[in-house]
Structures are given as C-alpha cells and as structure tokens.
C-alpha cells in the first residue's frame, strides 16, 4: 500500500497521480508513464489510477488546477477500466428455428 493524504491508497496510486497530473504536459506525462510502467500497466497500477481519478474528477467543479485537467482524466478513467469492463451477455439459443 501507497500511504497519500493521511492515509491508505492502492498500491500505484502514487505514480498515478503524478501521471494524471502531468497529462497537461504531453512530453512529460510519456515520460513519467514510461518510467513507471511496471507499476501503472498491471491491475494494481489500474485500481490505483481510477483512485486518483476519482479523487480529481469531483473536485474539478470546485477547483480550477483540476478543471483543467478533467478531460483529459475522464479518457485515462475510460482507458483504466477498460480490461474490467462488463461485456454485454450475448444469448444465443441452441436450438434451431423449426418450420412447421
């Protein structure tokens, strides 16, 4: 675990935090994804992100910094929780139609 704000985190939250801060400088923000890839492209570094997300996301209406950075924030949350995405239930039934 990440200690952050007094209290606990999600192992990575750290490093996502500094990424989701740096989207506004793109040269930086490929660079600090670069450096911490071992922890931001594993499920951990994904739970961790979407924590940061939604820490910024609420604040953005209130706090100008992270208005700024809100959509770009909302594109990283989509791109987190991609992998744990519910796929919709496809039935298919197994029997053929019969013609009478």
Excluded: Q
């Excluded at 935090?17 to 400088?25: D, F, R, T």
């Excluded at 940061?52 to 910094?65: G, H, K, N, S």
């Amino acid at each position: 675990m990440d200690w952050e704000g007094w209290g606990t985190a999600p192992s990575g939250y750290d490093a996502a935090n500094l990424y989701l801060h740096s989207l506004p400088v793109p040269d930086l923000a490929e660079r600090v994804r670069k450096e911490f890839s071992h922890i931001l492209d594993t499920s951990t570094g994904r739970v961790g992100e979407l924590t940061a997300c939604t820490e910024i996301l609420p604040a953005a209406p209130r706090v100008p910094f992270y208005a700024d950075l809100a959509d770009a924030v909302r594109g990283r949350r989509e791109t987190a929780a991609k992998p744990w995405r519910r796929r919709p239930n496809v039935c298919v039934s197994s029997r053929s139609a019969r013609s009478t």
